[in-house]
């Protein structure tokens, strides 16, 4: 969900006044969805479920968040933000490990990267994070690279995380 509206989102300079009035029950209704998702967990994130971890859709739906705080801070809060990058930098299930190499006190140190049989760490690399192997178990392992579904670092990935903290850096001024 946050994918499709973050694209509207971005939009919105280019639209007149009554495109964003209308956008407007659609921020409402992507703010409840947030909001249910705290029921769901007590990180206020959409976690994965599945065969890859989820700092990449943690971090897409907090830049989506970023760009409705600014629009619509009477709906968002700066909060909504931030958890995210909570979330990457330790506050998630199965540990307080950073997601971020080189980020944290404690972070990931092998990633699976561009030299994949050397263990390479690269250093403010985003890794996919936490997996769900059903039907209750969390794993997410520190001295192996070649599950990318938890280790993988992407230039993608980071570029978003470095847009992710900047975001919030601005925030917390």
Not at 31 to 42: A, C, R
Not at 55 to 73: D, E, H, M, Q
Not at 75 to 98: Q, R, W
């Amino acid at each position: 969900m946050s994918r499709s509206i973050k694209v509207v989102l971005k939009a919105v300079p280019y639209m007149d006044g009554e495109f964003k009035t209308k956008l407007r029950d659609y921020v409402i209704k992507y703010k409840n969805y947030l909001t249910e998702l705290e029921k769901k967990n007590p990180y206020g994130m959409p976690i994965a479920t599945g065969g890859w971890g989820g700092s990449g859709n943690v971090v897409a739906t907090a830049i989506t968040n970023y760009f409705a705080y600014k629009l619509y801070p009477d709906i968002m809060t700066k909060e909504d933000v931030i958890k995210g990058a909570n979330y990457i930098f330790g506050c998630h299930p199965y540990s307080n490990l950073s997601f971020v190499s080189a980020v944290g006190t404690k972070s990931k140190k092998v990633a699976y990267g561009n030299n994949r049989a050397d263990f390479t760490t690269i250093a403010g690399g985003i890794v996919p994070g936490v997996m769900l192997l059903k039907p209750d178990f969390l794993e997410n392992k520190d001295d192996w690279p070649f599950l990318w579904g938890e280790n993988e670092v992407t230039i993608g990935g980071s570029a978003d995380y470095i847009f992710l903290a900047n975001a919030v850096r601005e925030l917390l001024k």
